[in-house]
């Protein structure tokens, strides 16, 4: 599997419709900011067809320090993003040949590091 990028989607994205590499940015980016901005706010993002962005509260818990073992530290309960995949998307991951991901090769035949098959 191959990392994906904001540039690589952004490339994509104008190769895809012909719009501008600035202006897509320019959208990607506002995109993002508009999520973030509702998250913040408390609010929930549907996607249909693709998932929901959610808050969950993470409950807090004790932890420790690698460096000093021996002492507990209380970690308090913290807001955290979650996304649930739609019924569509996760059909389409499931499709997926469980023995390429294992091999490292992507649907577009590259692999991990990026050499193609």
């Known amino acids: 599997m191959t990392t994906i990028t904001k540039k690589d989607l952004v490339a994509e994205l104008s190769n895809a419709t012909g719009i501008k590499h600035a202006d897509t940015l320019a959208m990607v980016e506002a995109f993002m900011e508009l999520v973030s901005k509702n998250l913040a706010e408390g609010n929930e ?11 969950r509260v993470a409950r807090g818990k004790i932890g420790r320090n690698p460096k000093q073992p021996n002492s507990e530290v209380m970690i308090p309960d913290r807001c955290v993003v979650r996304f649930k995949p739609s019924k569509e998307l996760k059909s389409r991951v499931a499709a997926l040949s ?16 990026g050499s193609q098959v």
């Open 98 to 113: 469980v023995q390429k991901v294992h091999d490292g090769v992507a649907l577009n035949g590259s692999k991990l590091n």
């Open 45 to 55: 993002v549907t996607l249909r067809t693709f998932g929901t962005f959610d808050l």
